[in-house]
Nanobody, 116 residues
Framework: QVQLVESGGGLVQPGGSLRLSCAVS?????????MAWYRQAPAKSRDLIAG???????NYADSVKGRFTISRDNAEKMVYLQMNSLKPEDTAVYYC?????????WGQGTQVTVSS
């Protein structure tokens, strides 16, 4: 069984920062998993916002490029999303995602609300 558990969400003012964490556990060698963060706002689709490959190559949605940074710590089986200069339109549930050659997995999500 594989578990992805997100943490670090919350309420933040516009212009503020948050760091999301995703802890990977179970029968998965996360070194060989591509990891990503998605988000889903109310009544909208779940969209990819940042990804990181097994060798550390990163990619970002245009909407977050230059503000968000994805990183991974394979030894600790963790993935992070540093979010800076947050905007109200960043408000969403953020999901951690892992993909191996055999399967893909989702976390349960963590709410991020950007509001004054």
């Amino acid at each position: 069984q594989v578990q992805l558990v997100e943490s670090g969400g919350g309420l933040v003012q516009p212009g503020g920062s948050l760091r999301l964490s995703c802890a990977v556990s179970g029968s998965i060698d996360s070194r060989y998993a591509a990891m990503a963060w998605y988000r889903q706002a109310p009544a909208k689709s779940r969209d990819l916002i940042a990804g990181i490959s097994t060798v550390g190559t990163t990619n970002y949605a245009d909407s977050v490029k230059g503000r968000f940074t994805i990183s991974r710590d394979n030894a600790e089986k963790m993935v992070y999303l540093q979010m800076n200069s947050l905007k109200p339109e960043d408000t969403a549930v953020y999901y951690c995602y892992a993909k191996t050659k055999l399967a893909s997995y989702w976390g349960q999500g963590t709410q991020v609300t950007v509001s004054s």
